[in-house]
C-alpha cells in the first residue's frame, strides 16, 4: 500500500531517468530518513490501455495517505491527472 501517491504528466519524465523518476527516488529516501521508517510512494508507470490498470491506479489513490501533484503544462492539460486529483479529494472527504 502506497503512503503516498505521486501525481504526475507522464511527458514530464520522458526517459527512464527523467526528473520526476529522480524526484521519486530522492522523495522515498529523503522522508524514510527523516521520519527514521521506509515510505511508499506509488508512481504509475502503466500505459492506460484497459479499464484494469485504471481500477489499479484508484485503488491506489484510496489507499493514499497523502497525494503530491507535479504541476506543469502537460499535467493540468491532462484529463487523467484530474480525474486522479478528483478521485483523491472524493475519498479523502469520505474518511
Known amino acids: 500500500m502506497a503512503q503516498i501517491f505521486l501525481s504526475y504528466a507522464r511527458n514530464d519524465d520522458e526517459d527512464p531517468n527523467g526528473w520526476v523518476t ?49 504541476l506543469s503544462p502537460w499535467y493540468l492539460n491532462r484529463e487523467w491527472c484530474e480525474e486522479e486529483r478528483t478521485e483523491f479529494i472524493r475519498h479523502l472527504s469520505q474518511r
Do not use: C, M, P, W
Not at 530518513?33 to 521506509?38: R, V
Not at 515510505?39 to 484508484?58: A, H, Q, T
Open 22 to 70: 529522480t524526484f521519486h527516488g530522492q522523495l522515498e529516501k529523503r522522508l524514510g530518513s527523516i521520519l527514521g521508517e521506509d515510505i511508499s510512494v506509488f508512481i504509475d508507470r502503466y500505459d492506460f490501455k484497459g479499464n484494469l490498470i485504471k481500477e489499479e491506479i484508484v485503488k491506489e489513490i484510496r489507499q493514499a495517505e497523502i497525494l503530491v501533484t507535479l
